[in-house]
């Protein structure tokens, strides 16, 4: 089992859609949670964080985090074709120290 | 405001020759890491570092090696380069343990090509 799973894409949603983008960990101890969106030949840019149970939200981006599933979860509401691009899930794990280990990404395509 | 500077963008470079990827920030990060990605592909750590004079090879197997000689600069280097070397490379900091934001900040990343 890989430590940090992506749900296999290609994901296409219709502008305006909600987007849902699912990530699970196996490692029951980890603390810190972080989405990343990576443009076509970009870097990865640091889009939520989040920590404890429950959502967090920024604009249209909704971070959900149940530990007791072991799972993190990416919402994009009124998605928009500017939000199309590859969607990293990382995760700290316990005794990683400061390491995020990366799912592989799951990339997500806004049809107009 | 403050960032993340990797240079050169692109490279194109021949086989056999020795390079050095530059990698500065700004932000006074003690933690920075560099990683590989292969388009389309996911991310692989190299090398990381907690600190001045302090290296660790990451999961990644990699022939290259890296430096901390000071705080901001945490540069890569290859001594001789070989076609399997091609790809990008993205350098990130973090300011984990000294209260600050908790996840990577990336560079821009240089594109690699050996010919």
């Known amino acids: 089992q890989k430590e940090v799973e992506q749900n296999s894409g290609p994901l296409s949603v219709p502008e305006g859609a909600i987007a849902s983008l699912n990530c699970t960990y196996s490692?029951?101890?980890?603390?810190?949670f972080f989405w990343y969106r990576q443009y076509s030949g970009k870097s990865p840019e640091l889009i939520m964080s989040i920590y404890s149970n429950g959502d967090k939200e920024d604009g249209r981006f909704t971070a959900q985090l149940n530990k007791a599933s072991q799972y993190v979860s990416l919402l994009i509401r009124d998605s928009q074709p500017s939000d199309s691009a590859t969607y990293l899930c990382?995760?700290?794990?316990?005794?990683?120290?400061?390491?995020?280990?990366f799912g592989k990404g799951i990339t997500l395509s806004v049809r107009p | 405001e403050a960032d993340i500077y990797q240079t050169p963008r692109y490279l194109v470079i021949g086989t056999g020759k020795k390079i050095t990827l530059e990698c500065s920030q700004t932000?006074?990060?003690?933690?920075m890491y560099w990683y590989q990605q292969d388009p389309g592909m996911e991310l692989h750590l190299i090398h990381y570092s907690y600190g001045v004079n302090s290296t660790e090879k990451g999961d990644l197997s990699s022939e290259s090696t890296v430096s901390r000689i000071r705080t901001e600069h945490f540069p890569l280097t290859l001594e001789s380069a070989r076609p399997s070397h091609t790809s990008q490379y993205l350098c990130?900091?973090?300011?984990w343990g000294a209260g600050g934001e908790d996840g990577y900040t990336f560079g821009s990343g240089t594109r690699l090509t050996v010919v």
């Open positions: 990130a900091s973090s300011d």
């Open positions: 990382a995760v700290r794990m316990a005794g990683a120290n400061s390491k995020l280990t």
């Open positions: 932000m006074g990060h003690d933690k």
């Open positions: 490692d029951r101890g980890s603390q810190s």
